[in-house]
T-cell receptor, first 113, second 115 residues
């Protein structure tokens, strides 16, 4: 069965600084990987996904993520954070033989002006 | 499109009472998922349906929980009897196809408080 770990519970950055949120997965074959964002009081919204091809994927709102098989990682990055990026971010992993999507415990991002 | 609609937004009930959460998926979406979110355990998949048929209910905590999807436009998650440890935000999500190729569309959730 697949699993995913987000080692950072809470991250604080200054507006304009770069950002990297970590995600590690466990799955025997090639996984499908996703990043979702959750604003307070709302459901989750898809930022980007990877399931094949180019290991560097671009998403909405200027986010990107890189799939590194050797490190079992799928870290989310943004070169310059905006105050509106403050939210909770979830990494998720799926597998080809099921439609179950397993989410990490999330990383809460706080942005200081 | 109105998106995934969940009701109620908030539910407060006493221990032992029956609770029913409702979800209307996006029209045309063949898959429906129920998730539970808590501080301690994060987002847990409870059950998901494909074409109204339950496919995987291995995440349902115990027999007190049941979910149904009587038609393509409606699903319920029922807890009977409810307990304080069931307090959480319950999300419904739908997608038009396989999850590796189709993003989940989440509702705004139902915040359940059991006293």
């Amino acid at each position: 069965a697949q699993s995913v770990t987000q080692p950072d519970i809470h991250i604080t950055v200054s507006e304009g600084a770069s950002l990297e949120l970590r995600c590690n997965y466990s799955y025997g074959a090639t996984p499908y990987l996703f990043w979702y964002v959750q604003s307070p009081g709302q459901g989750l919204q898809l930022l980007l996904k990877y399931f094949s091809g180019d290991t560097l994927v671009q998403g909405i709102k200027g986010f990107e993520a890189e799939f590194k098989r050797s490190q079992s990682s799928f870290n989310l990055r943004k070169p310059s954070v905006h105050w509106s990026d403050a939210a909770e971010y979830f990494c998720a992993v799926g597998a080809g033989n099921t439609d179950k999507l397993i989410f990490g415990t999330g990383t809460r991002l706080q942005v200081f002006p | 499109d109105a998106g995934v609609i969940q009701s109620p937004r908030h539910e407060v009930t006493e221990m032992g009472q029956e609770v029913t959460l409702r979800c209307k998926p996006i029209s045309g979406h063949d898959y429906l998922f129920w998730y539970r979110q808590t501080m301690m355990r994060g987002l847990e998949l409870l059950i998901y349906f494909n074409n109204n048929v339950p496919i995987d209910d291995s995440g349902m905590p115990e027999d007190r929980f049941s979910a149904k999807m009587p038609n393509a436009s409606f699903s319920t998650l029922k807890i009977q009897p409810s307990e304080p440890r069931d307090s959480a935000v319950y999300f419904c999500a739908s997608t038009p196809g396989r999850t590796y190729n189709s993003p989940l569309h989440f509702g705004n959730g139902t915040r359940l408080t059991v006293t």
